[in-house]
T-cell receptor, first 110, second 115 residues
Framework: GQNIDQPTEMTATEGAIVQINCTYQ??????LFWYQQHAGEAPTFLSY????GLEEKGRFSSFLSRSKGYSYLLLKELQMKDSASYLC???????????FGAGTQVVVTP | DAGVTQSPTHLIKTRGQQVTLRCSPK?????VSWYQQALGQGPQFIFQ???????QRGNFPDRFSGHQFPNYSSELNVNALLLGDSALYLC??????????????FGSGTQLSVL
């Protein structure tokens, strides 16, 4: 079957680093996306990986291993505004449909 | 430059009723996808419209239907509402000629409550 798994919740303190893991089993693979979603708001794009390796964008980095069906999102220098749900999503074909995990709620404490 | 806009923002209906949700894509985008997001879950793909045709469909019953207009805006219709249809309905737009890194832009959603 098709499955995307990520932890339900993670807690970290301001200024720290948090790593959100995502494992996937899908019928095809054409890219992995990370989105951030604050409560009651639209998901906003954070990062995209289609080849193995690390993509860095400011305080956020994302890693992909296609052979292991594994990705992580790394959030550095955590700020209070980073408290949100982080969604891992896989695109299986070339038409754009995304399959999402349930999301990881990150709680940043002072 | 307007992003993806959805209306209404909130809606309350009773079981058995019908509902229509509306979406205007981001300027320059021609493809609209609809997702259902239950509380505490990730978005689930309903269907995608491109060139006024349904191009892909997820595992949703025929009670869920849609339409895309020549100006690329879209509607989602749900008939015979069930309590389980209560969710946030998200519209996402993109370009139909998808580059490999083309991302979806989401609207803020319509929160539907079925009583």
């Amino acid at each position: 079957g098709q499955n995307i798994d990520q932890p339900t919740e993670m807690t970290a303190t301001e200024g720290a680093i948090v790593q959100i893991n995502c494992t996937y089993q899908t019928s095809g693979f054409n890219g992995l996306f990370w989105y951030q979603q604050h409560a009651g708001e639209a998901p906003t794009f954070l990062s995209y990986n289609v080849l193995d390796g690390l993509e860095e964008k400011g305080r956020f980095s994302s890693f992909l291993s296609r052979s292991k069906g594994y990705s992580y999102l790394l959030l550095k220098e955590l700020q209070m505004k980073d408290s949100a749900s982080y969604l891992c999503a896989v695109r299986s074909d070339s038409w754009g449909k995304l399959q999402f995990g349930a999301g990881t709620q990150v709680v940043v404490t002072p | 430059d307007a992003g993806v806009t959805q209306s209404p923002t909130h809606l309350i209906k009773t079981r058995g009723q019908q509902v229509t949700l509306r979406c205007s894509p981001k300027s320059g985008h021609d493809t609209v996808s609809w997702y259902q997001q239950a509380l505490g879950q990730g978005p689930q793909f309903i269907f995608q419209y491109y060139e006024e045709e349904e191009r892909q469909r997820g595992n949703f019953p025929d009670r869920f239907s849609g339409h895309q207009f020549p100006n690329y805006s879209s509607e989602l219709n749900v008939n015979a509402l069930l309590l389980g249809d209560s969710a946030l309905y998200l519209c996402a737009s993109s370009l139909g000629t998808l580059a490999t890194n083309e991302k979806l832009f989401f609207g803020s959603g319509t929160q539907l409550s079925v009583l």
